[in-house]
C-alpha cells in the first residue's frame, strides 16, 4: 500500500509505503508534552519506507529537545507536525503523524498511550531501529542534506 499525506498547507508531503492495510495499523499516542500538545497520533512500519517531499524547504522547521537525538519536522507556513526522523549507523528512522495521512478516516486502531519518558538514549533509539520505518531521499539525497 502506499499511503500518502501532507501538512495543511501542502510544503510538507509524505509517502508512506506498507504492507498493511490502513485499517490494521497500530496507532501510537506518545505521552511528552510535544506530542500532546500538538495533538499527534502516529504510525509507523518497520518493513515500511517513509519518504518527504518539501515545496519550500527553507519553511521546514527542524526542531529537538528532551534527549536531542530526534528531529521533529514543522511546517512553518501552517504549524503541522509532520514526521519524527531520526538518524543512525547511517540511516534515518521515521514515525509518521497518521493526521496527516489523506486515509486518516480509515485508521481503525485506538491510539495507544505510550510513555517513553524512563529510557535512555541507547534504549530509545534501539526501539526506533526495530519499530520506525525507513526513510528513503529520493533524488540521492543524503543525510547530511537533511
Not at 501510537?28 to 495533538?39: I, K, L, T
Not at 507556513?77 to 531520526?86: E, H, K, T, V
Amino acid at each position: 500500500m502506499i499511503l500518502k499525506g501532507q501538512c495543511h498547507c501542502g510544503n510538507i508531503q509524505i509517502t508512506f509505503e506498507t504492507a498493511q492495510l490502513p485499517g490494521q495499523l497500530p496507532l501510537r499516542a506518545c505521552q511528552c508534552s510535544f506530542c500532546r500538545a500538538h495533538g499527534a497520533v502516529t504510525v509507523s512500519d518497520p518493513r515500511g519506507k517513509a519518504r518527504f517531499a518539501f515545496t519550500e524547504r527553507a519553511a521546514v522547521q527542524h526542531y529537538r529537545f528532551g534527549l536531542a537525538i530526534t528531529d521533529m519536522l514543522i511546517c512553518t507556513r501552517c504549524g503541522c507536525y509532520a514526521a519524527a526522523i531520526m538518524e543512525t549507523d547511517g540511516r534515518q528512522y521515521a514515525t509518521l503523524n497518521a493526521n496527516l495521512l489523506d486515509c486518516r478516516a480509515e485508521l481503525a486502531a485506538a491510539p495507544v498511550p505510550m510513555n517513553y519518558a524512563e529510557e535512555t538514549a541507547e534504549q530509545r533509539t534501539a526501539r526506533r531501529k526495530a519499530r520506525w520505518t525507513p526513510v528513503v531521499w529520493q533524488r540521492s539525497r543524503t543525510p547530511e542534506a537533511f
